[in-house]
């Protein structure tokens, strides 16, 4: 029937959209004036409010690329989605040197057939240290998997796994926002020091800052990076609510089982018996130690035995220590 060409014609349109990356400009005051210019270039877009930007949705490629055009030539921040196919594979390499040149690294994985975008050495931020790990961003071809597979490099071997990112917001220090990566940015560029339009690296200021301002609550006291900024996202994690089965399971009573309680029972009695061994073969060792020290001690007991004097028995006494 017609009607349901048009709606599988209308599902695999929605598909194909899907698959096309969203762009996200920046929630602005005159948002609406830039909404209708674009709907009115491009009637199919679709556009949603996701955490402070606007999430538009183009029908096609081309129209997407339209759309950036457009963005860029009216000066406006925005920030790119990536589709999955074009997102980098992340690996972490174990095993090498802490000084292995990194061009060479690049040199002998390009070799082996992966297409290497960027290595670079994993940071300890806290004490200012490299770690003797190397991140490496492979592009995803044919053989992209084949990374994992590699046992060996420069006859040492490796372990190679992929890259674990913290459960945390991470701040890019070029615009000073967060949740995104360089090459996914159309902002301008902003200095968390001075908030200067350049990246935080090149700013003039390079001696700590007494009383900094934070570029993004304005307030005193912290850069935009501190993590206890109230404008630093915070992450929340979606806690799974137990089932209906689940709690019914919870209210069921449990059988005491009569074998716990002798259990403990038996546990007890036995870890007694093994502090009081603990004792007597500490109280041993004591003895032992004495008699090393005072072999002439068992000469003198027998001595003290014999005698009924007090003056005596002192003098005996003194025959140990000397």
């Known amino acids: 029937m017609d009607i349901d060409n048009d709606i599988e014609n209308h599902l695999t ?18 948002y609406n004036l830039t909404l209708r210019e674009i709907n009115r270039m491009f009637p199919d877009t679709e556009n949603k409010l996701y955490n402070g930007f606007i999430r ?12 950036i055009e457009y963005l860029q030539k009216n000066d406006k921040e925005f920030i790119l989605s990536e589709a999955s196919a074009d ?3 992340k690996a972490v390499i174990k095993g090498l040197p802490l000084n292995q040149n990194i061009e060479e690294l690049k ?10 975008i960027r290595i670079s050495r994993l940071k300890n931020y806290r004490f200012k240290t490299l770690h003797p790990y190397f991140l490496i961003e492979v592009a995803k071809t044919k053989n992209h998997l084949g990374i994992y597979n590699l046992k060996t490099i420069k006859l040492l071997s490796v372990t190679i796994k992929p890259y674990r990112k913290k459960n945390r917001a991470t701040i890019f220090f070029k615009c000073s926002n967060f949740h995104h990566s ?8 902003r200095c968390i020091k001075c908030e200067g339009n350049h990246e935080t690296r090149d700013c003039t200021i390079k001696t700590k800052i007494d009383n900094p301002k934070c570029i993004n609550c304005k307030e005193n006291g912290h850069l935009a990076s501190w993590r ?3 404008m630093f996202p915070k992450l929340t994690f979606n806690i799974s609510k137990p089932t209906y089965a689940q709690k019914l399971k919870n209210n069921i009573p449990k059988t005491p089982n009569p074998n716990i309680n002798q259990t403990t029972s038996a546990n007890a009695i036995l870890n007694n018996d093994i502090h009081e061994l603990r004792e007597l073969v500490t109280a041993l060792k004591i003895i032992k130690e004495a008699f090393n020290e005072f072999p002439n001690i068992i000469e003198i007991s027998k001595k003290l035995a014999k005698s009924n004097n007090k003056q005596e028995k002192l003098n005996i006494l003194l025959e140990i220590i000397q």
């Open 107 to 116: 040199t002998i994985l390009e070799n082996r057939d992966f297409k290497i």
């Open 182 to 189: 360089a090459r996914n940015c159309q902002f301008k560029d």
């Open 228 to 230: 206890g900024c109230p």
């Open 13 to 30: 349109t929605v598909e194909q959209n899907k698959q096309i990356p969203a762009v996200n400009p920046k929630l602005e005051t005159n």
């Open 87 to 89: 997102r980098l594979l």
């Open 56 to 67: 538009i949705q183009a029908s096609s490629p081309e129209n997407r690329i339209s759309i």
